[in-house]
């Protein structure tokens, strides 16, 4: 099995780069399941049901959120009836949504999808260690799950190689999302699970963080109040991981994949 | 002229692949000018003056620090004696040391060098972008220096990516250090000022951001004291940015270099 | 000289108990210098110039700000024009407004008024410590000013402490603001200056920090968004420090002043 | 019933002041019940086994904890040996002792005390709101437990005054700790508990939070390593809170108690 992770779209950029160039994708490289974080993609700020449709529509077969995933409130309405969309599992109970799916592709496969949300620099959460833990007991590699992809929202790269380590071997793909910035660190952990600090954005990165950069620039320097933070709306970067499967559903190759905008292009072979 | 940056040395691990491989490099690519960051290179807290020379002599023409700056006490001393040992620039004034320096390599360029360290989940200081100004200023490109070094030490994409913006056409190169993973998004800026977020560091990539991964990950899910946390003394990967200076001391080409150890190896032809 | 310090005034509730109490206060305790820190006052968030000027109306000599300063934009235009009202002294350079106001009382004292911001687990500003020195430095205790009243506006108590020790002796009061609840540890200091931890709101305390108690006790737990903040309504107390000066401006005597609303009655004798 | 709670004893100067004082006030003020938290009793940072029987020696019915209860190690090991020693609840499953106890007091009364650790600029930790709802849901006020104590142990102001509101009816006592520094909102909340912010540190507190200045003092504005944080050692004094509740274990009156050192005397009559 092959599968991609495309990081967090962020405003409209990201989602013209994903829809029009995600299919070519999964055409061309034989793609069986794709996994976009979706947490950025209306405005920069959240998701909304015409959004989470489009990305499906582009062939995302999950979409995974994070700290914003609330930012449109109509989140918390339609995620109860988008069994596509998970948001962090650590949130609290009682939460709408889900924090993790058992997802199936076309060719039905079943993919189990995790999203959790780091507790270093970021709002206070429940342990993402033993939530994520409970899930994949719940439906286990090889055994209910044919693939296993982790999405870590996280702030600090300590966090993120730690749930690559502890879940090494037990999971297809760890891979972090939320600073916006692909890391160059993907490999195959000595467990047979892939990983990637973060992913990267799918969004203009003549930006800071996808977002316009006038504002954020004089904001820092100035720390007074000014114009809303916008996307970016140059051309963008599609930032993903592409990893292949073996059939115990561990990984055996991972690449990153980068198409269009600022970013040097990596396109696996 | 080409300049060579070098992130976070970490440990033993991370000075035995500088020392071994950074002579070749340098030899090999013609390169004029190394900067490194050895913030982590005393068993991965602080620098000792014994190995400041160690790094020049394996061919650092400049070194940097951040907040580990003074873990190694002897650091807060004999920096007063160490022309090519740069720390933070935000530190308050009356700390030992200095913030910036204009180093004369080999072949007699000038390379103006400045650290700051970012306050975005980091320790209160000094505004960085302001005190870069200032050094900036003092010594600017083109004129006093030959090429400008900036290594901003943070932890947040949108304060070092604003550091690139700010800098950008001033600054031969605007490098972020202190995550110790390296990020895919090197690129020349729009004004001609080489960026990379992170350049990651090198050390053991089989580990927690250098670390021996076991502490970590214990502490992590239960939150009580235990061992002391120590460098990972697995191969370690050299992990730098190359880039090449016009006449006028702008980029020209960026080029991320990694030898060694668990990523990747990248080396620009 | 006898000064009066008010606490962080909170909303309607805040502004209706200063107005109502003040003036006869200020008679009946012959009271000589007013200072009151106003960053909530309109609604909760910020100031406007016309609530600054009903605070001088009732009595106030000078007002000051924090972290909220901005809240209401048009406070970055009107603070120029209002010498009596001072923001954190540790903005950047060119923030609009002035960090210290040597403020002339009715009976001709000049009383010296300077406002800081914290950086512990505060937003990231310039030292505060360096800050005020140099506005002290600027006018002395006893040489320009008849009395020094410093307002730290922090989170963490180790800080605001740390500001009373190293001013004692060249302020007549250091006292906190920005917690919203008066501490019980006013005290004269050994070198002379009046010093309490934080001064408390006046506003209503039956709430949270000020606010109606429903949307943040929802919040704490839920972690979604929902309705805005909005300042208690219920019935105010006034909540500030008397401080009583010697000829050389320091305090000879410091007592809570508690009147209204769901606090313990405190009136010095 | 009679309860005082006292705010969490620093080093051997807040020790003192316990072990002189107590015994003579609980016999004075006929106390029923008495809490302390411990967490700086030993030499700034944690509890040994002898201070634990020490503060039980002086009065104390049972001693609570916080972010250093594991300063000293011996407390990981001889707490599941020490029944009336009780950490903070969220901690993670597997973390030795416990977070609640059931506690018989010398006339037979039932008192459960729940300690529980924020999470706003703190450690990442479970949500205290919920863990402490399980706790006071096995052994409700009025049916299992004769009285309910509750420490909140945290930074923030607004975290620990909804946590006030939120238990506000099921438990006799809300009490913060933790900053070491008295607050003088203490009263009985509308449902019956008592509440008080912090009810500050039995230690020294001419200090910086109970440790000697100097070496903190030097710090804020250094920001350079030096000397050890050491406990200050002149006169402490005692901090607590004593509170009358009737027969349903409903506060019916509320008094801080703060004996010897710098502060002010108050002894409830
Ligand atoms: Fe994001
Ligand atoms: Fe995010
Ligand atoms: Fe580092
Ligand atoms: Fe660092
Ligand atoms: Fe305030
Ligand atoms: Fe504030
Ligand atoms: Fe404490
Ligand atoms: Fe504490």
Redesign the interface.
């Known amino acids: 099995m092959r599968l991609l992770f495309l990081g967090d779209v962020v405003g409209k950029s990201g989602r013209v780069v994903v829809t029009e160039k995600l299919p070519g994708l999964v055409a061309d490289l034989k793609i069986d399941c794709v996994v976009i974080n979706g947490e950025n993609a209306a405005h920069g700020f959240g998701i909304t049901e015409a959004i989470y449709q489009e990305l499906l529509d582009a062939g995302g077969d999950c979409v995974t959120l994070g700290n914003h995933s609330?930012?449109q409130?109509e989140a918390?309405v339609f995620i109860d009836r988008a069994p596509r969309l998970v948001r962090p599992v650590n949130?609290?109970?009682?939460?709408?949504g889900r924090g993790a799916a058992l997802i199936e592709t076309r060719k039905g496969a079943h993919v189990l999808v995790v999203n959790a949300m780091g507790?270093?620099?970021m709002?206070?959460?429940?342990?993402p260690?033993?939530a994520v833990e409970r899930e994949i007991e719940a439906a286990p590699l090889g055994r209910v799950a044919d693939a296993v992809v982790i999405d870590i929202h996280a702030?600090?790269?300590?966090?993120k190689?730690?749930f690559g380590?502890?879940f090494d071997g037990r999971a297809s793909l760890v891979v972090g999302t939320h600073?916006?910035?692909?890391?160059?660190?993907?490999?195959v952990l000595?467990g047979g699970t892939a990983f990637m600090?973060?992913v990267?954005m799918c969004g203009d990165?003549?930006?800071?963080?996808g977002m316009d950069?006038a504002e954020?620039?004089r904001r820092?320097?100035?720390?007074?109040?000014g114009g809303k933070f916008e996307p970016a709306s140059g051309p963008a970067t599609l930032s993903g991981i592409l990893v292949d499967l073996g059939a115990n559903g561990l990984a055996t190759r991972v690449a990153?994949l980068?198409v269009g905008g600022?970013?040097?292009t990596?396109i696996p072979v």
Chains 1, 2, 3, 4 share one sequence.
């Open positions: 609330w930012d409130r918390l949130y609290p109970a009682g939460t709408p507790r270093v620099f709002d206070a959460m429940d342990d260690f033993a702030e600090a790269t300590s966090e190689q730690a380590h502890i600073t916006h910035v692909p890391t160059a660190d993907h490999r000595p600090t973060d990267g990165y003549d930006s800071v963080i950069k954020p620039l820092m320097r100035e720390k007074t109040p990153p980068r600022r970013l040097e990596t």
